[in-house]
């Protein structure tokens, strides 16, 4: 037999949940509000007709009308944690450099979801460098020394068949915001946090006390540790996650927009327009991407010695930056040698090459020269030139790595290719 009064309590609750009102309950089932009342007084039940109806207007079953479970306390603390879809290894790439949120994010998620298919002796999925390399790349970060660029992270989730939703703080209460976090939290997939000031990115894959604390890992930019930790069985606890200005991500199945190596082609053929550039672009002179950055830094050294300066401000920790972005260039592009079909390898190794030579000389350079305070502005100003010299060397090398790649590059944008197959 069904209880009435249990039944009505039930569409009671679930019509909150969904903030109706009793109306607008009626208005979509084409009934009264006095019947809705009723059936929540337990003074009648739905016909079977309307059951159907009312289940997807509330988005349940129709059991779960019908024979609802016990209503837990308002107190109640429960933890709800997502596992990843498959096994992951412990991490074994390099915990330096790696100081990029947004690539370290973007790889967490893949694992996560259990989208890698490389897999070690013991069936888990391969944790390392290789998948934050491309979305480094992916995401246009690794082209420049400070960021810039659009946020795509649609763009980059469409390569393992996943998308988002963006949903902005400020255009929700707390109460709501909470509870869409969760409740996506509870239909299977992750949710990102991305602050608006600099402070922890979090992936969250849990929550507990109704949303309020989000159990997940954080990302920070510059925080190589951070980056590089990627444990879903060490989940951590943020408490006021939703006090700070955010947008929250919720990740979604999506369309997957052609193959990793038409992925690789359109990113070398826009990283090559990047590095490419000459003009500047933003208002700080270190903040951008391309040729001009060198040519900028260089005229910062110039400005700081004309003004006899001792302590020399605009190396640290733009090198650092520059060193990095250097790196994962190098490696995207031999990651391309091996990702896609009848490329030159020839001229992309001659482009390796010059990079090998870049690093070098930045490595040279963070090892010998950085660790040494000028005593006064002569040995200043000695230092700055011996910088200038270094980035002018460097900035060279670029572009020779960069015409070796031209004709490669033009030719790519003219092959109109799927997974290593010509169309």
Same mark, same amino acid.
């Given at each position: 037999?069904f ?12 019509r909150?949940i ?8 009626a208005r979509q ?5 006095q019947?809705v009342?009723?059936w ?6 739905p016909?079977?007709?309307l059951?159907?109806?009312?289940s997807?207007?509330?988005?349940c079953?129709?059991?779960q009308?019908?024979?609802?479970a ?5 107190n109640?603390?429960?933890e709800q944690?997502l596992?990843?879809y498959?096994?992951v290894?412990?991490?074994?790439g ?10 370290a994010?973007?790889?967490a998620?893949?694992l996560f979801m ?5 897999k070690?002796?013991?069936?888990r ?11 480094g790349?992916f995401?246009g970060i690794?082209f420049?020394? $400070? ?7 649609e763009?980059c989730?469409?390569?393992y068949?996943?998308t988002?939703?963006?949903h ?10 909470? @509870? ?7 239909s299977?997939y ?14 969250g894959?849990?929550f507990?006390?109704q949303?309020?604390?989000l159990?997940?890992?954080s990302?920070?930019?510059g ?7 990627v $444990?879903?069985e060490?989940l951590?606890s943020f408490s ?10 919720l990740i979604k ?5 052609g193959?990793?190596?038409?992925k690789? @082609?359109?990113?070398l053929?826009r ?8 003009k ?8 951008g991407y391309?040729l ?5 830094w260089?005229?910062?050294l110039?400005?700081?010695?004309n003004?006899?300066?001792?302590d020399?401000q ?10 990095e972005?250097?790196? @994962? ?10 990702l896609?079909?009848d490329i ?8 390796i ?6 690093l070098?000389? *930045?490595?040279?350079c963070?090892?010998?020269?950085l660790?040494?305070?000028?005593k006064n502005a ?5 230092k700055?030139?011996a910088?200038i010299?270094i ?8 572009e020779?790595a960069?015409e070796?790649l ?7 944008s003219? *092959? ?5 197959k010509?169309?």
């Amino acid at each position: 037999m069904f209880d009435n009064v249990k039944v009505g309590k039930q569409i009671a609750l679930l019509r909150k949940i969904k903030e109706l009102t009793q109306e607008d309950v009626a208005r979509q089932l084409n009934i009264s509000p006095q019947a809705v009342s009723k059936w929540e007084n337990g003074h009648a039940m739905p016909e079977l007709s309307l059951l159907v109806e009312l289940s997807e207007l509330l988005g349940c079953t129709i059991d779960q009308i019908l024979f609802p479970a016990p209503v837990p306390a308002e107190n109640a603390n429960f933890e709800q944690i997502l596992l990843p879809y498959a096994p992951v290894a412990d991490f074994s790439g390099k915990n330096w450099p790696r100081s990029m949120s947004k690539p370290a994010i973007l790889s967490a998620v893949k694992l996560f979801m259990g989208l890698e298919e490389r897999k070690d002796a013991m069936n888990r999925q391969i944790n390392d460098d290789a998948e934050y390399i491309l979305q480094g790349a992916f995401s246009g970060i690794s082209f420049g020394y $400070s960021w810039g660029f659009d946020d795509n992270w649609e763009e980059c989730l469409a390569v393992y068949g996943l998308t988002c939703e963006v949903h902005g703080r400020a255009d929700y209460s707390q109460e709501a915001f909470i @509870r869409m976090a969760a409740d996506h939290i509870k239909s299977g997939y992750p949710v990102v946090i991305i602050p608006k000031e600099y402070t922890d990115t979090i992936l969250g894959t849990g929550f507990s006390n109704q949303g309020k604390i989000l159990k997940g890992i954080s990302f920070l930019d510059g925080d190589d540790e951070k980056n590089s930790t990627v $444990s879903f069985e060490q989940l951590k606890s943020f408490s006021e996650w939703y006090v700070k200005d955010s947008d929250l991500l919720l990740i979604k199945p999506g369309p997957k927009t052609g193959s990793v190596a038409d992925k690789c @082609r359109e990113t070398l053929q826009r990283g090559y327009a990047l590095l490419s550039n000459k003009k500047q672009v933003f208002d700080q002179p270190l903040v951008g991407y391309g040729l001009v950055i060198y040519d900028n830094w260089c005229e910062e050294l110039r400005r700081e010695t004309n003004q006899d300066l001792v302590d020399i401000q605009c190396m640290f920790p733009h090198i650092f930056i520059h060193y990095e972005g250097k790196l @994962r260039i190098r490696q995207f592009l031999e990651l391309c040698t091996h990702l896609i079909q009848d490329i030159d390898k020839s001229a992309f190794m001659t482009a390796i090459s010059k990079y090998d030579e870049m690093l070098s000389i *930045c490595e040279k350079c963070m090892q010998e020269m950085l660790p040494k305070t000028p005593k006064n502005a002569a040995e200043a100003r000695e230092k700055r030139q011996a910088y200038i010299g270094i980035l002018q060397r460097s900035r060279g090398l670029e572009e020779e790595a960069l015409e070796a790649l031209s004709s490669s590059i033009d030719c790519l944008s003219h *092959c109109k290719r799927h997974d290593g197959k010509d169309e």
